[in-house]
C-alpha cells in the first residue's frame, strides 16, 4: 500500500514545472503597445512575495479597457498572497487605501487579473463608473 501512495503522489506532480511553481515570474498587460500593468511574482522559502505597477488606465461603459497610460517603473509590493488552486489572491496598499487583486491562471503563460470589488468601486458603480473587467496578462518568457 506504502508503493501505491508514493506512486501516486510521484504521479500527481506536475512534469516540467520549475520549483517555485507556474505563478513565479513577469506578468504584463498591454493596450495599444504599451505595457500598463507589470506584476512580478516570485516565491521565498515557500511564501508568495512581489510586486505591481498599474498605470493609470479608463474603462468603456462595459468595463473593458479604453485608455492606458504605462505603467511606472516602480512596483509596489504585494503582501497576504495565498494561492487557491489556480488563483493567486493578494493586496496591495496605495496610501491608506487598500486594493485586493486575483490573479486566475489559465492556459499557455496567460492569467487574468480581476480587480475585487470594494466599497469605493461600488460607489464609483453606482455613479456609473462600472468596475473594470478581469484584464488578460502574459507571462514573460
Do not use: C, Y
Not at 69 to 89: S, V
Not at 108 to 116: C, G, K, P, Q, S
Amino acid at each position: 500500500m506504502k508503493a501505491l501512495s508514493i506512486a501516486l503522489v510521484i504521479a500527481a506532480l506536475p512534469v516540467g514545472q520549475p520549483a517555485n511553481g507556474p505563478i513565479a515570474g513577469s506578468w504584463t498587460a498591454t493596450f495599444e503597445g504599451r505595457t500598463f500593468i507589470r506584476l512580478d511574482i516570485e516565491t521565498v522559502n515557500g511564501a508568495i512575495a512581489g510586486g505591481i505597477s498599474v498605470g493609470d488606465f479608463e474603462v468603456d461603459r462595459e468595463g473593458l479597457v479604453r485608455r492606458a497610460d504605462a505603467a511606472p517603473a516602480n512596483l509596489t509590493p504585494i503582501f497576504d498572497a495565498t494561492m487557491n488552486g489556480l488563483t493567486l489572491t493578494f493586496f496591495t496598499k496605495d496610501g491608506n487605501d487598500t486594493d485586493q487583486f486575483e490573479l486566475r491562471l489559465l492556459e499557455n503563460a496567460t492569467a487574468d487579473l480581476h480587480v475585487v470589488v470594494n466599497d469605493d468601486r461600488r460607489q464609483l458603480a453606482l455613479q456609473g463608473v462600472p468596475p473594470p473587467k478581469p484584464i488578460r496578462l502574459t507571462k514573460a518568457g
